[in-house]
């Protein structure tokens, strides 16, 4: 939809709720798409979005399952919770089971049961395997009907039955074929069936080199498999290659983005839950825990140059050159960080070659240090004056930064490999652990070398 | 293909290449996917990849080129130019035409134009229409060669079309309808032209309204439109709408990882061109430029310090605390600026509804830092005995606190979004500039404070 079409149709969705005419805003909604129609909700303020689609819940459920399907996660289950139960039953009907269950599985706990109660049983039980898979699988993210064809069929055979199959069903490109016992056997796509002789078995036109994923495949990887090879879906078997499901190639956009958004959130410190919307108050509350570690950490940083408040006394020039060999410590990890968390995300670093991926920081550390730590001690004679002093104290942020940028390469590069080796987050807490060894790293190493050479100093 | 299978295409991969077989490794490397090969390459050291390469590009162009395909830009344009420009030409040749203008835009000036001369005509010509298109716009990025069906074919005649179709043409599950000029009319699915009367006329079959793209789209709002409306593809017209190519979401999930790397390498200082696979100096060369233009914002914020020297050594205290003002801001304006950046990107933030945005940012700002201030106050206060020169330097962090979260929230949202007003990449310059903000913001409040209150604190 073009930019200017949406604005008319923002704009006059909110004159109608001015004055009241809820109905008439929902005539408008009808004529746009419902990616257009989760947009403009998106726009509204809260008061008039919970409004319009309560409203739009009740009378045309079909149109507010597909915008909700359109919507961030948070977005949607704050809209269906402004719902009575049994519309919301409604609503997760005409989804498809893959979105209910990931609606149900973030509604709680006590209205889950009684929405599956509400719902059909068809719709209910689909809803309820899906959840049985752990979250982040391909199970859980997979279209239980996906449409499949008989190996034994002919090629007009099966086009009788794409023409036949039921507009439920999920269907790409790519029709997957299966024998007797439903097993994953072939695939092909509409192209080649069309291209076939009508009375060739199914069995002879399939490709049998089939690209699948389990249930249980997390869905990083099945986002990794689906670019790898460039697909439009990719069909999900169970631990007896029996085909389960699909997961099409719009939930792995979707993967992409939300892996990309926690990846950057994490290195910043945010959660996940977060996004612009967010009201303050949610705001406060979920980056609040992340800074009041931050705190701490702070302190024990402070506690490292509260030891050598001697020197700083008695050479206090010392106290604004510190931080200078702390942040670029810190500049110098958040490098490593970015590179080696990507690196991890897309399947480029692994344990298994981390040896080559630290050794290569270690010798980036040392070369950065090197020409850091000779601009900074360049600069610092410059100020001072080419004395005696100032050319050392020159040579202490040299050295104290050569040793600052290697502790950054290497944990930069260790903290994530060894968080994702535990299965944690490699993006979540490095950040803190990480910056935290290049402040203390680098006040002690400075502070350190001038109380060491502190007789020539004063 | 399973990780394990990999494993054992890549042993022995490299065990013949030790031998010197390389006739017998190009063997093994043919029973895989372009993708597996592509996989395969990247995890051979340098010589041997460049020699299987070579070898492979001489004697098999097609898998030469389908797994260059499915490399990263950097890495495909290192293994072309280790081939003779006849080579790459025939490399090129092979590649679809949206491939080869993103290879031929990155190898050397004086390389393009007599590979233009050595390709054929044809494939020549695709390419160089290609590359009359800016960067990273739809134009660019497109496949020329659309398949497309008249509206006045029947849906008999239309499948026949699809059966003569050449090999070539790239078909995804949609299919566009052009009038007799060109113009894009209509779209409908390969499905239902299945389920359509044989003699209907396409006209009446198609869905009119049919989203397309512009040749000068930018490549972020092509990615935004086929992930909004779950589209395999979208068609791009020029000025007069008509159909001059197609964008594929596996290009479009393309896109999207790149530029969630380039956010995240933006954001902590690193070049789009670094990947874990550069060599050091390489790394060091892209990292380095960075770093130094934060020197230089670290010693405008050490000059900060530096007026204040009296006040530290008269409290020495002051100079371990002061770091935590400074830092905490730090850590506060990261997590602002991911969020505003992130919301940048997904289209969820423009500068329309930017005064919500720093509004909500200036509260959060306030509340973490009302919190974050009274907390280390406090500590303080514990660690230094409850005296009244310990209040008072508790009382001087906590208000130096809010005021630099405060300036953490509104510098994290209007910087990305000044950056992005001036076409500027509001992801690439922010960090040194907030961080940079809340340095000497903190440096200032909290030493400015305590020089202000001098005479309470001896």
Redesign the interface.
């Known amino acids: 939809?073009q930019s200017q079409k949406f604005t008319l149709m923002l704009e006059s969705v909110r004159r109608l709720m001015r004055s009241g005419a809820t109905a008439r805003a929902l005539n408008v909604l009808r004529k746009g798409?419902p990616?257009d129609v989760a947009?403009v909700l998106?726009a509204l303020n809260d008061l008039d979005r919970h409004a319009v689609f309560t409203a739009l819940a009740r009378s045309d459920t079909k149109l507010a399952a597909a915008s909700i399907s359109?919507m961030s996660l948070a977005e949607s289950v704050e809209l269906l919770k402004t719902l009575a139960a049994e519309e919301i039953a409604q609503v997760l009907q005409e989804l498809p089971s893959d979105d209910a269950a990931l609606f149900v599985a973030e509604l709680p706990e006590e209205l889950r049961e009684s929405l599956l109660d509400l719902m059909k049983v068809e719709a209910s039980t689909e809803v309820q395997e899906l959840l049985s898979f752990a979250e982040g699988t391909a199970g859980r993210m997979m279209t239980p009907n996906v449409f499949a064809l008989r190996e034994d069929l002919t090629v007009s055979e099966a086009?009788s039955a794409?023409?036949r199959a039921s507009r439920d069903v999920e269907?790409?490109?790519y029709l997957y074929v299966v024998d007797e016992r439903n097993h994953l056997v072939g695939v092909l796509n509409?192209?080649q069936l069309?291209?076939a002789p009508p009375t060739t078995s199914l069995k002879k036109v399939m490709g049998t080199d089939v690209?699948s994923v389990r249930t249980d495949t997390e869905q990083e990887e099945v986002a990794r498999v689906?670019?790898?090879?460039?697909?439009?879906g990719v069909p999900v078997v169970d631990e007896e290659n029996k085909l389960v499901g699909i997961v099409t190639?719009?939930d792995?956009?979707?993967v992409?983005?939300e892996e990309?958004?926690e990846?950057?959130?994490a290195?910043?410190?945010?959660s996940s839950e977060?996004?612009?919307?967010s009201?303050?108050l949610r705001?406060?509350r979920l980056?609040?825990p992340?800074?009041?570690v931050?705190?701490a950490t702070?302190?024990l940083?402070?506690?490292v140059?509260?030891l050598f408040?001697e020197t700083?006394?008695k050479v206090?020039?010392l106290?604004?050159?510190?931080?200078?060999v702390?942040?670029?410590g810190g500049?110098?990890a958040?490098?490593t960080?970015?590179?080696?968390?990507?690196?991890l995300a897309?399947g480029?670093?692994a344990w298994e070659n981390s040896r080559r991926?630290l050794l290569?920081e270690f010798?980036?550390g040392l070369?950065?240090g090197i020409?850091?730590g000779l601009?900074?001690g360049l600069?610092v004679c410059l100020r001072f004056g080419f004395s005696a002093k100032a050319a050392l104290i020159g040579g202490i942020i040299a050295l104290a930064m050569v040793n600052n940028m290697v502790i950054a390469g290497i944990a930069g590069t260790l903290i994530p490999l060894v968080l994702k080796k535990l299965k944690a987050d490699p993006a979540l807490a490095s950040t803190v652990f990480v910056t935290t060894c290049t402040?203390v790293g680098g006040f002690m190493s400075f502070l350190g070398l001038a109380t060491w050479l502190i007789k020539f100093l004063k």
Chains 1, 2 share one sequence.
């Open positions: 939809m798409r990616a947009q998106h359109e086009i794409i023409q269907m790409v490109y509409l192209r069309l291209l690209i689906v670019a790898r090879y460039n697909l439009l190639v719009d792995v956009l979707d992409i983005r990309a958004t990846d950057i959130y290195l910043s410190g945010v977060e996004s612009v919307q009201s303050p705001s406060v980056r609040l992340w800074l009041l931050n705190l702070a302190f940083a402070a506690s140059v509260h408040e700083i006394e206090v020039v106290a604004s050159l510190m931080p200078i702390a942040g670029m500049n110098a958040t490098q960080l970015a590179v080696t968390v990507r690196g897309l480029e670093v991926v290569k010798l980036v070369a950065n020409v850091n601009v900074a600069i402040d």
